[in-house]
């Protein structure tokens, strides 16, 4: 049973932008924070972007602050990371999971719900 679906990825040159958009399937969805992680080869997962249940917050890893911004709209069930400025060193699978009231968005092992990746491509 699904319960994140992303959809969005792609090959970009470098500079250019992608939208990553994300599903969810459970019930509830304003109770859970929203992270986007990627994963490079060879490299382990790591936090991109967060937004926090309540909407009031997001957080952005250092290397994208200021280049992608992440979004949420409750009353689709659904998060959104606008990526701009893309490098090659963005080139990873690009995860969205779910974290039911929870506020360290930094920390995968916090996360409840998963969805299988989608990659993004960034040639140079």
């Known amino acids: 049973q699904v319960k994140l679906q992303e959809s969005g990825g792609g090959l970009v040159q470098a500079g250019g932008s992608l939208t990553l958009s994300c599903a969810a399937s459970?019930?509830?969805?304003?109770?859970?924070?929203m992270g986007w992680f990627r994963q490079a080869p060879g490299k382990e997962r790591e936090f991109v972007a967060g937004v926090l249940w309540t909407g009031t917050t997001t957080d952005y890893a250092d290397s994208v602050r200021g280049r992608f911004t992440i979004s949420r709209n409750n009353a689709r069930s659904a998060v959104s990371l606008q990526m701009n400025n893309l490098k090659p060193d963005d080139t990873g699978v690009y995860f969205c999971?779910?974290?039911?009231?929870?506020?360290?968005?930094?920390?995968?092992?916090?996360?409840?719900?998963w969805g299988q990746g989608i990659q993004v491509t960034v040639s140079s």
């Open positions: 459970f019930p509830n969805f304003n109770r859970y924070s």
């Open positions: 999971a779910a974290d039911h009231l929870g506020n360290r968005l930094h920390s995968p092992f916090e996360y409840d719900y």
